[in-house]
């Protein structure tokens, strides 16, 4: 079946640093990804949308000068925390759309749980 | 835009009983509803997948059901067990993405 692979699965910051997230689709190629966050006991909300070979597309609200995204390759993104504060602390999950926007089937990386001193 | 709400937001249950989870949404204008168990500090792992054309999907003691005019899932869950214990996310599949309910927390007690 197919798999994403989340590193690193969790990481320890302090304050101002940047902190570096990848995601890669392992057996299959994925034109699109996406970026969610989830705060504790609160849903997943999607950050944004990456796109292979174009700029990726944020949601309202989420600033994309402090959340780089980059997908290079057909099988993998980054996300990119830049100057990380403690607000940042979250859990960060990818997934993958390996099968096109048709069926719109997305599957999940293991997420980053990021923690911000 | 598609807003999906979760009830119960908790369940408490004796090991063995059967249990349902409900899922609503707004649109009905969806590609698929998926079904997901996410575990403490976990991601996500898939269990229920149901295209908007199909309206209910089985895997073992699992079941969930699609009735998209009326907005509804649900996900029933035979003999529970311990192991069951997790948060159960729905999430329904449209042009907007996925959008997800804030999921039921269910503790099975042994």
């Known amino acids: 079946g197919a798999v994403v692979s989340q590193h690193p699965s969790r990481v320890i910051c302090k304050s101002g640093t940047s902190v570096k997230i990848e995601c890669r689709s392992l057996?299959?190629?994925?034109?699109?990804m996406f970026w969610y966050r989830q705060f504790p006991k609160q849903s997943l909300m999607l950050m944004a949308t990456s796109n292979e070979g174009s700029k990726a597309t944020y949601e309202q609200g989420v600033e994309k000068d402090k959340f780089l995204i980059n997908h290079a390759s057909l099988t993998l993104s980054t996300l990119t925390v830049t100057s990380a504060h403690p607000e940042d602390s979250s859990f960060y999950i990818c997934?993958?759309?390996?099968?096109?926007?048709?069926?719109?089937?997305?599957?999940f990386g293991a997420g980053t749980r990021l923690s911000v001193l | 835009k598609q807003e999906v709400t979760q009830i119960p937001a908790a369940l408490s249950v004796p090991e063995g009983e059967n249990l349902v989870l409900n899922c609503s949404f707004t649109?009905?204008?969806?590609?698929?509803l998926q079904w997901f168990r996410q575990d403490p500090g976990k991601g996500l792992t898939s269990l229920l997948l149901?295209?908007?054309?199909?309206r209910e999907q089985t895997s073992g003691r699992l079941n969930a059901s699609l009735d998209k005019s009326s907005g509804r899932s649900t996900l029933y869950i035979a003999a529970s067990q311990p192991g069951d214990s997790a948060t159960y996310l729905c999430a329904v599949g449209g042009a907007d993405g996925l959008t997800f309910g804030k999921g039921t927390h269910l503790i099975i007690q042994p």
């Open positions: 997934s993958a759309d390996g099968t096109g926007a048709s069926l719109n089937i997305q599957y």
């Open positions: 649109d009905s204008a969806i590609y698929n």
């Open positions: 057996d299959f190629q994925a034109t699109t």
């Open positions: 149901i295209q908007s054309s199909q």
